[in-house]
């Protein structure tokens, strides 16, 4: 897609362009980044349990919030690739912004754990 304030780009929307892209990201990221990998497979299971044992509602957090750290942890990933690629020495700058990205993904995680751990916690009075 054409971006009209870099003039960078090629012309044209192309919605399965940009499903692809989604896709194409996501793989890249989950191949090399454990860290995405698994979240989105404990997500997996817990998002199965709880469709399967619980209320819709409950379902509906564990999506939101493996998303919410999901999306933390790609924004990470390219912050840290952006910084390393341009700034290959040791800089205190580049440390600061790779320290203020990881702090958004310890926020994200902390939110991701308690939901999921409630969760957990839930299915786990369920069945005693």
């Known amino acids: 897609m054409r971006n ?3 003039g960078t780009g ?3 929307y192309s919605p399965l362009r940009k499903i692809r892209t989604v896709m194409e990201g996501l ?8 860290s ?11 998002l199965l ?3 399967v044992l ?3 509602m409950d379902s509906v957090f564990v999506i939101a919030a493996t998303a ?9 990933s390219a912050i840290e690739a952006l910084c390393d690629f341009i700034e290959t020495e040791h800089n205190e700058k580049i440390k600061a912004i790779k320290d203020i ?10 939110t991701w754990f308690i939901v999921l751990g409630v969760e957990c916690w839930e299915m786990w009075r369920a069945w005693y």
């Open 27 to 34: 793989s890249y990221a989950v191949r090399y980044d454990f």
């Open 101 to 110: 990205a990881a702090a958004a993904v310890g926020v994200a995680i902390f």
């Open 36 to 46: 995405v990998a698994y979240k989105l497979v404990l997500s997996a299971i817990v």
């Open 10 to 12: 090629t012309p044209g």
């Open 4 to 6: 009209k304030f870099l």
């Open 68 to 76: 919410f750290v999901l999306t933390a942890e790609l924004f990470n």
């Open 54 to 56: 619980r209320d819709w």
């Open 49 to 51: 349990l709880s469709i």
